[in-house]
C-alpha cells in the first residue's frame, strides 16, 4: 500500500534556528513527490516537485531534498512568515491521484 | 483572478440536504480532482477526472457525486448530506502527464461545508 508519513507532526522554531521536516514514503513506483505549504483555512500552496534521487530544489528559505525513501524540506533561518503546516504528497506510477501525508506544523516566533 | 476557483466558500446546511460545490479553472488543465481534509487528517480523495468523459472513484466517494461539465468546470454533489460530512473541501487541477508535462497539482482556496 502506497504510504506517506511526515514528522514531526509540530515543530515549533525561534526566528533564525533551522531545522528540517521529514517525510517518508513508501510507494509503488515513485513519479514524482511533492511540498506544499498550507496556511489555516486555504487551500495548499506548491511548492516544490522532486522526481528522483539525489535531486535538489530551493526556494528563498526552503531547500527539499529526496532520497529513494525520504524526502526532507530544510527551513534554513525562518521567519515567523514561514509558520504554516507543511504538506508531502507522492505520485505512483499509475499517475491516477496524490497520497498525502498528515503534514508538519511549523510555528517560528520572533 | 485566481487560476482555481471554489464556489461558495463557505456552507451550512442541514443533514438530508442536497448539496453542489463548483469549481472552475483557467489554467487549461486537462484533470480535475476533488479532495476532502479533516482536522488531523490528510487529504483524501474523492473523485477525479482526467477529461470531459472520464470519471474516477476516489478512496473515499460514498455519498458522493460528481459531473464534468466542461474541461474547465468539475462540481461536487452530497446527494443527501450527513453530519460526518462536514469538513474541507478542496478542488485541484493537473496537467496531462503522458504530454511530457509535470503532473503537479495545483488547489483552489476551498470550501468550508458544516453538516448540522
Known amino acids: 500500500e502506497d504510504q506517506v508519513t511526515q514528522s514531526p507532526e509540530a515543530l515549533r522554531l525561534q526566528e533564525g534556528e533551522s531545522s528540517s521536516l521529514n517525510c517518508s514514503y513508501t510507494?509503488?513506483?515513485?513519479?514524482?513527490l511533492f511540498w506544499y505549504r498550507q496556511d489555516p483555512g486555504k487551500g495548499p500552496e506548491f511548492l516544490f516537485t522532486l522526481y528522483s534521487a539525489g535531486e535538489e530544489k530551493e526556494k528563498e528559505r526552503l531547500k527539499a531534498t529526496l532520497t529513494k525513501k525520504e524526502s526532507f524540506l530544510h527551513i534554513t533561518a525562518p521567519k515567523p512568515e514561514d509558520s504554516a503546516t507543511y504538506l508531502c504528497?507522492?505520485?505512483?506510477?499509475?499517475?491516477?491521484?496524490?497520497?498525502f501525508g498528515k503534514g508538519t506544523t511549523l510555528s517560528v516566533s520572533s | 483572478d485566481a487560476d482555481v476557483t471554489q464556489t461558495p466558500r463557505n456552507r451550512i446546511t442541514k443533514t438530508g440536504k442536497r448539496i453542489m460545490l463548483e469549481c472552475s479553472q483557467t489554467k487549461g488543465h486537462d484533470r480535475m480532482y476533488w479532495y476532502r481534509q479533516d482536522p488531523g487528517l490528510g487529504l483524501q480523495l474523492i473523485y477525479y477526472s482526467f477529461d470531459v468523459k472520464d470519471i474516477n472513484k476516489g478512496e473515499i466517494s460514498d455519498g458522493y457525486s460528481v459531473s464534468r461539465q466542461a474541461q474547465a468546470k468539475f462540481s461536487l454533489s452530497l446527494e443527501s448530506a450527513i453530519p460526518n460530512q462536514t469538513a474541507l473541501y478542496f478542488c485541484?487541477?493537473?496537467?496531462?502527464?503522458?504530454?511530457?508535462?509535470?503532473?503537479?497539482?495545483?488547489f483552489g482556496p476551498g470550501t468550508r461545508l458544516t453538516v448540522l
Open positions: 485541484a487541477t493537473s496537467d496531462n502527464p503522458g504530454q511530457g508535462l509535470t503532473d503537479t497539482q495545483y
Open positions: 510507494v509503488s513506483g515513485l513519479r514524482g
Open positions: 504528497a507522492v505520485s505512483n506510477q499509475a499517475g491516477t491521484a496524490l497520497i
